[in-house]
C-alpha cells in the first residue's frame, strides 16, 4: 500500500512537501517518482529517482521541486519551492516493486492561489 499526505493549499511561491510511503511490504522498490493530472489533462511525469539516486525532472519544475528518497523507510519525497499556480494539481506517487510491478498512490491535492 502506498500512503500519500503532505498536499494541501498553499500561496504563489510557498512552499509544500510530499511523502508517499510504502507501508507493509518487504518487496524490492526501483524507481520512484512523481506525477500529477489536472481536469482535462493527461497525468503527466513531474520527478523520478532510480534505486542508485539518479533523478530526473520536467522542465517546469527544474530548479525548484527536488526529489529524493529514503529507502530504508520505502519512502518518496517532493519537495515543491516557488509553487506557481500551473502547479495545482493531484500528484501521484508511482512505484515499481521489483517483484510485484508498478503501483500507484491515492493522490493528493496541491492547490497554488494566485
Avoid: H
Avoid at 498536499?7 to 524490492?28: E, N, P, Y
Avoid at 489536472?38 to 525532472?57: D, W
Avoid at 519537495?79 to 501521484?92: A, I
Wanted: with cysteine; aromatic share 10%.
Amino acid at each position: 500500500q502506498l500512503v500519500e499526505s503532505g498536499g494541501g493549499f498553499v500561496q504563489a511561491g510557498g512552499s509544500l512537501r510530499l511523502s508517499c510511503a510504502a507501508s507493509g511490504t518487504s518487496f524490492s522498490i526501483s524507481a520512484m517518482g512523481w506525477y500529477r493530472q489536472t481536469p482535462g489533462k493527461q497525468r503527466e511525469l513531474v520527478a523520478t529517482i532510480s534505486s542508485g539516486g539518479s533523478t530526473n525532472y520536467a522542465d517546469s519544475v527544474k530548479g525548484r521541486f527536488t526529489i529524493s528518497r529514503d529507502n530504508a523507510k520505502k519512502t518518496v519525497y517532493l519537495q515543491m519551492n516557488g509553487l506557481k499556480p500551473e502547479d495545482t494539481g493531484v500528484y501521484y506517487c508511482k512505484t515499481n516493486f521489483v517483484e510485484a510491478g508498478v503501483f500507484w498512490g491515492q493522490g493528493t491535492q496541491v492547490t497554488v492561489s494566485s
